[in-house]
Nanobody
Framework: DVQLQASGGGLAQAGGSLRLSCTAS????????IGWFRQVPGKEREEVAS????????FYADSVKGRFTTSNDNAKNTAYLQMNSLKPDDTAIYYC??????????????WGQGTQVTVSS
């Protein structure tokens, strides 16, 4: 099975930056998609970004477009979510997820544990 390990969360001030990492193992194909999600208690999980394993497809939610960037380092089997210009509304538990094949919003088969991001005003 595919296993995902998210890390890099923490506390940041508004306007600051954090970089999340998602290290993956167990892929049996080089064709996969990594998605980034966040969830606030009492609210639905929101997909904020995704990227194909060949870096040819990326998606950003309107809420993070222009501030967040996702990338892959295939040599390290790691995806990144660079979060800049952070806002208090970005406070959430962030998850990475994966699926084989093309990226399709909210269509993921494998999930990592969450990492908390807290942005203070």
């Amino acid at each position: 099975d595919v296993q995902l390990q998210a890390s890099g969360g923490g506390l940041a001030q508004a306007g600051g930056s954090l970089r999340l990492s998602c290290t993956a193992s167990g892929f049996i194909s080089d064709d996969y998609c990594i998605g980034w999600f966040r969830q606030v208690p009492g609210k639905e999980r929101e997909e904020v970004a995704s990227i194909g394993s060949s870096d040819d497809v990326t998606f950003y939610a309107d809420s993070v477009k222009g501030r967040f960037t996702t990338s892959n380092d295939n040599a390290k089997n790691t995806a990144y979510l660079q979060m800049n210009s952070l806002k208090p509304d970005d406070t959430a538990i962030y998850y990475c997820a994966a699926t084989y094949g093309v990226c399709a919003q909210y269509e993921y088969d494998f999930w990592g544990q969450g990492t908390q991001v807290t942005v203070s005003s």
